[in-house]
């Protein structure tokens, strides 16, 4: 099969269109011809090396996490989901691929269309596992990170949904799409916390950093000095802050997507898809998603 392949870590250049080894489906899995798979920040991340310790990845290895396709393969067991079924999920092999394995998944409605439904696995199964944990409720307020980006997005819909108020840190060119999510949008940078103060007198209950762009010290200061319900799943200065810094998935992570998946269809959350690139051009869409300034998820198609 066709796949992007990287058998060296560095920059976007080791990712090559090769031949690999078709996967099949084994107990519990199914096997998906990939229709689209998302591109996410950790992607590079593996690919640089940088995350050998939480995602040992042997090589050569296919980058790519979140899937839609169609299943052509079902493993012994598997009573979710029949041959020809369209679905979107988290693969468990690369998904930068024409056929990929699946083993949590959810189906895919026809409302949707490949690169939406391939955009919403792995930033609202983020959002919804770091919300539980920072244990946000209606009436109080979360100050988002990194508001405009897939995560964040997520995250601030979510919130909304769940009856609380949402400050979310952003450009201010990107202010009015913040609007539209229902946050109040503030600038990042210098003087971001008298610019939350401003926005939220009434303090701040509880803090999610999806930017990694060094905002822990004033979400402490804004806090209170504390670090309780502070969360953030992008600074690699965490634990020298005494912050959580939260990573991997969530239990049964396909139970919260179906019910994304249904907010999704009737225009209760949504994941902006910035740009779709062909599968032989996922170094380009990787070294876009690396500057940080897609606007919206970035998507390849292997077919």
Do not use: C
């Not at 031949?19 to 690919?47: C, F, L, M, S, T």
């Not at 060119?173 to 971001?192: K, N, S």
């Not at 969530?250 to 019910?259: G, Q, R, V, Y």
Request: charged share 20%; glycine share 12%; aromatic share 6%.
């Amino acid at each position: 099969m066709k796949a992007i392949v990287f058998e060296e870590f560095g920059g976007p250049e080791v990712l090559r269109l090769g031949e690999a080894e078709e996967p099949h489906a084994g107990p519990g899995q199914v096997r998906v011809k990939v229709k689209a798979a998302a591109v996410n920040p950790v992607d590079y991340k593996i690919r640089y090396g940088w995350m050998q310790e939480v995602f040992p990845t042997p090589l050569p290895a296919i980058p790519g996490q979140e899937f839609a396709g169609i299943v052509d393969e079902v493993g012994e067991g598997v009573t979710a989901a029949a041959v020809g079924d369209e679905v979107l999920g988290w693969a468990t092999t690369g998904a930068y691929a024409q056929y990929a394995l699946a083993e949590s998944f959810v189906p895919k409605p026809a409302g949707l269309d490949w690169a939406e439904a391939a955009a919403l696995p792995v930033a609202t199964e983020t959002a919804q596992r770091v919300l539980d944990l920072l244990g946000v409720r209606a009436g109080e307020t979360l100050l988002v990170h990194g508001a405009t980006g897939s995560v964040g997005a997520a995250a601030t819909q979510l919130a909304v949904a769940a009856g609380a108020t949402v400050i979310g840190t952003a450009s201010p060119a990107r202010h009015d799409y913040l609007r539209e999510l229902g946050a109040t949008p503030v600038a990042y940078g210098d003087g971001l916390v008298a610019r939350v103060h401003e926005a939220a007198p009434q303090g701040v209950d509880a803090v999610f950093d999806t930017a990694g762009k060094g905002a822990l010290p004033d979400s402490i200061e804004l806090r209170g000095g504390s670090t309780d319900r502070i969360i953030t799943i992008a600074d690699p200065e965490a634990a020298a802050h005494g912050v959580t810094f939260s990573a991997g998935m969530a239990e049964a992570p396909e139970i919260a997507l179906a019910e994304h998946v249904r907010m999704a269809l009737n225009g209760k959350l949504r994941i902006p898809v910035a740009e779709v690139f062909p599968l032989e051009e996922a170094a380009k869409a990787q070294a876009l998603s690396e500057t940080g300034h897609a606007r919206g998820k970035l998507v390849v198609t292997p077919s």
